[in-house]
């Protein structure tokens, strides 16, 4: 391990200048005394205008009860963790006294690789601070061992568990304390704690934006305007009705290829996710590549749309959106793209098809999108039956919506350090505005979920694996995955904390075409959102690429050859084999559909 030498003397630079380091220490404290008794007061008054939450939603109790009495009832785990926990002490100790007398030593536990919560040199280089982090993370581990190491528990309980464990031990890390980080310590005492008060104003502001409720500011949410700065590739709104407007863009090229490409986003998040700026534009890399692209931008919904069903978005989304492509183009068969549940209605869609003997889908591709869900990741511990009655009772108060700010609360909590904590600090401790940045600005600008869609696909897919299991049934015909026989091209990242690629793999494997040869997968760096939108100009991460498609995933990731940067023209040298020749290049309104406005239209822009 590497080696280091006590720098205790960095103390020092964290007096405010001009004033002697007891005043500036006694000024520091108070502010922090001042700006915790504010956060009380902030959170007592929602909870006293809003009403006290229930203090157990999803029944930790008895689960933390049960895995905690079958740690209890084995002693030599108890006694191993132990064991373990006091040598990690002794050798933090130890080193502790080392370093003090100015030796160089080594530390008795690291963070994680990509831990970015120790990123000052303080909790590095001050020894008080390093000590501070290790206790925490020796604390920490041991306690998520154990849970880790339960014996006779059923696995998704012991997920559930686990899942809460490392929200617990992440809320109580040192660096969300402002007595305990050093970043906090030192701008309090600088600025004479200038930004803890800014911090509760900030504090104030969030509170007041979520009717009473912490809503946290992630980014300038005011920088960004739909269709001026985001969503601005050129086109038309060609089709519309009370699910999706369908959108065909404006070609680059005096050719396209004949045959039009179709993208079904995730009707959880808006659609400009692929198409941010410019250069970041998956649009507009399409269109410049030689594609008809159309999109669906789907309809932020309200109370009256409480009642929509899954079957209603294949035949109002997927269906509807087939029938007026072809109205649009005149041609029959499409590509098709699904990304994240996207995709997942565009596999159900498949095999709906595919029993119909319906075959206007020539080829399918898959963006982070899962369709097996025994493998789906921390999503599962929401959706147990504790789970889906809290979020059901949540839609109920609602009107029959869930509302955007609770699904972007669950996801947030899949990576809580970056996502919520990181922002505790900055906005409310250090004071600091959030900075203006497009992909939080579209993370933010969340959409709501129809009660009886979202319960469907979480109790179908989430608690049931239905699909997987061939057990799902569509306007009255059982879906088959294995009858879908087409060419499929199924991304996953390697990152990915919503769509893990060993959910996505499995997925992959289900489709008949899979026998068959004729599905390609592929695995990207980065996570859910960055894996996919990746422009190569970017030059960034990497992709792995293996034409086979054995058993597991561990095999494929064997045999499979790592290149650098976006994995875009890969799919693109796919895709262009299957898309035909090349003709004229369509522009909206060549066909038989005139267009309705202009994109990104209408529903794009409406907020939560």
Request: proline share 5%; hydrophobic share 40%.
């Amino acid at each position: 391990m590497a080696t280091k030498k006590d720098k205790n003397s960095n103390n020092a630079d964290m007096d405010s200048e001009g004033a002697t380091p007891e005043d500036a220490l006694a000024q520091g404290l108070a502010a922090i005394e001042n700006f915790t008794k504010a956060l009380q007061d902030s959170v007592s008054g929602a909870q006293g205008s809003a009403g006290l939450p229930d203090p157990d939603p999803f029944n930790l109790a008895s689960d933390f009860a049960e895995v905690f009495g079958k740690v209890a009832a084995n002693p030599d785990q108890i006694l191993k963790a132990q064991k373990e926990l006091w040598q990690g002490y002794s050798a933090l100790w130890a080193n502790a006294a080392r370093r003090a007398a100015g030796q160089t030593t080594e530390d008795a536990i690291k963070p994680e690789p990509g831990d970015r919560r120790w990123r000052a040199p303080d909790w590095t280089e001050n020894l008080a601070f390093d000590l501070i982090k290790q206790s925490y993370l020796l604390n920490a581990n041991w306690l998520n061992s154990l849970v880790a190491g339960a014996e006779d528990v059923e696995p998704k309980l012991r997920k559930k568990v686990a899942f809460f464990t490392r929200q617990m031990t992440d809320a109580f890390a040192p660096t969300n304390f402002a007595m305990t980080n050093p970043e906090v310590f030192r701008a309090t005492i600088q600025s004479e704690g200038e930004n803890l008060k800014k911090g509760v104003e900030n504090l104030a502001r969030d509170m007041k934006h979520g009717g009473g409720s912490l809503k946290i500011s992630q980014t300038d949410t005011e920088a960004y305007e739909i269709g001026r700065d985001v969503a601005t590739a050129p086109g038309k709104v060609m089709f519309e009705n009370d699910i999706m407007q369908l959108l065909q863009f404006i070609p680059d090229t005096k050719t396209t290829f004949t045959r039009p490409l179709v993208i079904f986003p995730p009707w959880i998040n808006k659609y400009y996710i692929l198409d941010l700026r410019p250069e970041q534009s998956m649009i507009r890399w399409l269109t410049n590549k030689g594609y008809t692209v159309f999109l669906a931008s789907w309809v932020n919904p309200d109370k009256a749309l409480k009642d929509k069903t899954f079957e209603d978005y294949m035949r109002g989304g997927v269906l509807a959106a087939l029938e007026a492509v072809k109205d649009a183009t005149g041609e029959e068969k499409v590509n098709a793209v699904g990304y994240c549940i996207g995709g997942t209605l565009l596999a159900s869609t498949l095999a709906y098809m595919a029993a119909k003997k319906d075959t206007r889908v020539a080829s399918a591709t898959f963006f982070a999108a899962q369709s097996d869900f025994e493998e789906a990741g921390d999503l599962l511990v929401f959706c147990d039956e504790v789970g889906l009655a809290q979020v059901e009772r949540r839609m109920d108060e609602a009107g029959g919506v869930l509302d955007g700010a609770a699904m972007a609360e669950t996801f947030n909590m899949l990576r809580a350090n970056d996502l919520i904590w990181s922002n505790v600090i900055s906005n409310y401790m250090l004071g600091k505005s959030p900075r203006a940045f497009d992909l939080l600005f579209w993370n933010a600008d969340s959409t709501r979920m129809p009660k009886a869609l979202h319960m469907y696909y979480l109790d179908t897919f989430y608690r049931q694996n239905a699909f997987a299991k061939g057990k799902m049934t569509l306007g009255g015909v059982k879906l088959d995955p294995e009858k879908i026989n087409i060419p499929m091209y199924v991304q996953s990242s390697k990152d990915d904390h919503i769509a893990p690629y060993l959910s996505v793999y499995r997925g992959a494997r289900l489709y008949g075409g899979a026998k068959a040869g004729k599905v390609r997968f592929t695995m990207a760096g980065s996570g859910h959102i960055a894996g996919v939108i990746n422009p190569p100009a970017a030059k960034k991460y990497q992709h792995w690429i293996n034409d086979s498609l054995p058993d597991t995933v561990e095999d494929w990731m064997a045999g499979a050859t790592e290149h650098a940067g976006s994995w875009w023209p890969d799919w693109h040298k796919w895709l262009k084999t299957r898309s035909g020749k090349k003709v004229t290049a369509r522009t909206p309104g060549d066909g038989k559909l005139a267009p309705i406005e202009d994109a990104p239209g209408r529903y794009v822009k409406v907020k939560s």
